[in-house]
């Protein structure tokens, strides 16, 4: 018999303490205020692999308190906890997901700020079971089973809901020489209070051929039975083909399209990371049929070594409070390790309604030795194709048929020595929405800041930041902060 091993775990305590001055704390178009923010935060990380079970958790008790009797005080819960486990050997496997911040309602309002709350926010908690079984038929069919549950609570101010989905994917690369086949088969139903319930089956055939060892071909048909409109079933015959290339083990493109019931979907990546720099592309259009919003639950679903890579870089940059700051970093960590960060990256947005989405995404990571660089780009248009429920819920599909935002963003770290570093990031945005009255709604938002991290003792990190932000249309605002900080752990 070949014993277990007993795996190895980290975690680690600490408690981080923060003054921000702002001179527009709620963030209005007109009456601003200036106000002073004090956080007292204490956190939790843990994160390891165990014989059969790997995990991370990541939990902060955000407090803020401010200085004025206008502005309310501030806690909350901001958690992220990801785990597997393998139930059966080899063959039973449960995926299990915890989440819950605050999140932005609607971007054509004024977003939150870590230090200060508006009406525009909720805090969202997701939950999330994925049981799967993965076995073999024969000596080359791989089969995998998955049944995923997941639960969205939110505040007042926004949909909540819950989707049951199940999958069966059978495959088999080479069962003719270079000819391969595979099946899959699925079932979704979803059910929110901003939209009415809707379902989507489809079962689908692939033949694949082998062109070179790095080239595939692939051919694929199906049906499709979609209800997103409360009855309203709709039935398409579905085809489609596609590419596969990987010319070297640093570079991958990836070409495939197919006839769906909304019109075309497609899917095309290039990535390539070089000796010092990863740059990678992706434009697709799909269906969106979730309950819930994007987040780093995302994660929890992706390839097993990429969640862990994520969970373990996001739980060493703890320090880093600010959520777009600390995930710009961690993608440029990942990068560097040749770990496709495309699967990590997110829209940024919030909603209960199924939608069709195409969007394009744009990736540049430049490392050097005291330098580093992380640009990023990024297109989307989103089009609601569920019917509204009775409850109206002000988010941004539930009051618009169509979304469309582009972006992007900068960020460069310089080290000034082995312990300080130096930042700057610049991010920009327009997000456009035609109402269901015909109303056209648009915001153009900029951010600027830069900020300078020092370690002041082996447990303890300090920093200092200034952040200007810009918005004009709907959200109409402007925000100077100053923010101290300071990180120990124990």
Same mark, same amino acid.
């Given at each position: 018999?070949?014993?277990?091993?007993?795996?190895? *775990?980290?975690?680690?305590?600490?408690?981080?303490?923060?003054?921000?001055?702002?001179?527009?704390?709620?963030?209005?178009?007109?009456?601003?205020?200036?106000? #002073?923010?004090?956080?007292?935060?204490?956190?939790?990380?843990?994160?390891?692999?165990?014989?059969?079970?790997?995990?991370?958790?990541?939990?902060?008790?955000?407090?803020?308190?401010?200085?004025?009797?206008?502005?309310?005080?501030?806690?909350?819960?901001?958690?992220?906890?990801?785990?597997?486990?393998?139930?059966?050997?080899?063959?039973?496997?449960?995926?299990?997901? @915890?989440?819950?911040?605050?999140?932005?309602?609607?971007?054509?309002?004024?977003?939150?700020?870590?230090?200060?709350?508006?009406?525009?926010?909720?805090?969202?908690?997701?939950?999330?079971?994925?049981?799967?079984?993965? *076995?073999?038929?024969?000596?080359?069919?791989?089969?995998?089973?998955?049944?995923?549950?997941?639960?969205?609570?939110?505040?007042?101010?926004?949909?909540?809901?819950?989707?049951?989905?199940? /999958?069966?994917?059978?495959?088999?690369?080479?069962?003719?020489?270079?000819?391969? *086949?595979?099946?899959?088969?699925?079932?979704?139903?979803?059910?929110?209070?901003?939209?009415?319930?809707?379902?989507?089956?489809?079962?689908? =055939?692939?033949?694949?051929?082998?062109?070179?060892?790095?080239?595939?071909?692939?051919?694929?048909?199906?049906?499709?039975?979609?209800?997103?409109?409360?009855?309203?079933?709709?039935?398409?015959?579905?085809?489609?083909?596609?590419?596969? *290339?990987?010319?070297?083990?640093?570079? /991958?493109?990836?070409?495939?399209?197919?006839?769906?019931?909304?019109?075309?979907?497609?899917?095309?990546?290039?990535?390539?990371?070089?000796?010092?720099?990863?740059?990678? #592309?992706? $434009?697709?259009?799909?269906?969106?049929?979730?309950?819930?919003?994007? =987040?780093?639950?995302?994660?929890? $679903?992706?390839?097993?070594?990429?969640?862990?890579?994520?969970?373990?870089?996001?739980?060493?940059?703890?320090?880093?409070?600010?959520?777009?700051?600390?995930?710009?970093?961690?993608?440029?960590?990942?990068?560097?390790?040749?770990?496709?960060?495309?699967?990590?990256?997110?829209?940024?947005?919030?909603? =209960?309604?199924?939608?069709?989405?195409?969007?394009?995404?744009?990736? #540049?990571?430049?490392?050097?030795?005291?330098?580093?660089?992380?640009?990023?780009?990024?297109?989307?248009?989103?089009?609601?194709?569920?019917?509204?429920?009775?409850?109206?819920?002000?988010?941004?599909?539930?009051?618009?048929?169509?979304?469309?935002?582009?972006?992007?963003?900068?960020?460069?770290?310089?080290?000034?020595?082995?312990?300080?570093?130096?930042?700057?990031?610049?991010?920009?945005?327009?997000?456009?929405?035609? /109402?269901?009255?015909?109303?056209?709604?648009?915001?153009?938002?900029?951010?600027?800041?830069?900020?300078?991290?020092?370690?002041?003792?082996?447990?303890?990190?300090?920093?200092?930041?200034?952040?200007?932000?810009?918005?004009?249309?709907?959200?109409?605002?402007?925000?100077?902060? @100053?923010?101290?900080?300071?990180?120990?752990?124990?």
């Amino acid at each position: 018999m070949q014993s277990a091993y007993a795996g190895t *775990w980290s975690g680690a305590a600490g408690l981080q303490l923060g003054e921000t001055y702002s001179d527009n704390i709620g963030r209005q178009p007109t009456g601003t205020r200036s106000n #002073w923010a004090t956080e007292a935060s204490p956190y939790i990380t843990y994160s390891g692999r165990g014989a059969r079970s790997s995990g991370s958790l990541d939990a902060r008790l955000q407090n803020y308190l401010n200085s004025d009797s206008q502005t309310g005080n501030r806690t909350g819960l901001q958690l992220n906890a990801t785990g597997n486990l393998e139930a059966y050997e080899n063959h039973l496997f449960i995926d299990g997901l @915890v989440n819950n911040s605050r999140q932005q309602v609607s971007q054509f309002q004024a977003a939150d700020a870590s230090y200060g709350r508006s009406s525009n926010s909720t805090e969202v908690t997701r939950v999330s079971l994925s049981p799967y079984l993965q *076995w073999h038929l024969g000596n080359s069919t791989q089969a995998v089973a998955r049944y995923r549950y997941e639960k969205v609570q939110a505040d007042a101010g926004f949909a909540s809901g819950q989707s049951d989905t199940v /999958t069966l994917d059978l495959r088999n690369g080479s069962a003719f020489g270079r000819l391969g *086949w595979a099946f899959n088969a699925s079932h979704y139903d979803t059910e929110s209070q901003s939209a009415a319930a809707g379902s989507n089956n489809s079962y689908s =055939g692939t033949l694949t051929y082998a062109v070179t060892p790095e080239l595939l071909a692939s051919l694929s048909g199906g049906q499709e039975f979609a209800d997103f409109q409360a009855g309203n079933r709709q039935h398409s015959w579905n085809w489609g083909g596609g590419l596969q *290339w990987h010319p070297d083990e640093r570079t /991958t493109i990836v070409a495939q399209t197919s006839k769906r019931f909304f019109g075309r979907g497609f899917n095309y990546q290039v990535s390539h990371h070089f000796q010092r720099s990863a740059l990678e #592309w992706s $434009y697709s259009r799909d269906l969106n049929a979730s309950s819930s919003t994007t =987040g780093l639950g995302q994660v929890s $679903y992706i390839s097993a070594s990429t969640r862990e890579a994520y969970n373990a870089e996001w739980a060493a940059t703890s320090y880093i409070t600010d959520e777009k700051e600390r995930n710009a970093v961690v993608l440029q960590n990942l990068a560097t390790r040749g770990i496709s960060i495309f699967d990590l990256m997110q829209l940024d947005y919030l909603s =209960g309604q199924s939608s069709i989405n195409k969007q394009m995404r744009l990736a #540049w990571v430049l490392y050097g030795v005291r330098n580093s660089v992380n640009l990023s780009a990024h297109r989307s248009d989103r089009q609601a194709i569920s019917q509204r429920g009775i409850v109206q819920i002000g988010d941004d599909l539930s009051t618009h048929d169509q979304v469309k935002e582009r972006g992007w963003d900068a960020n460069w770290t310089h080290n000034l020595s082995a312990l300080t570093t130096w930042g700057l990031h610049y991010g920009n945005s327009d997000i456009s929405g035609l /109402t269901t009255g015909g109303q056209l709604n648009s915001t153009h938002s900029a951010t600027i800041g830069t900020s300078l991290n020092t370690q002041l003792a082996p447990s303890t990190t300090g920093s200092v930041g200034y952040t200007h932000t810009r918005s004009t249309g709907t959200a109409d605002y402007r925000e100077n902060a @100053v923010a101290v900080q300071l990180n120990h752990r124990f």
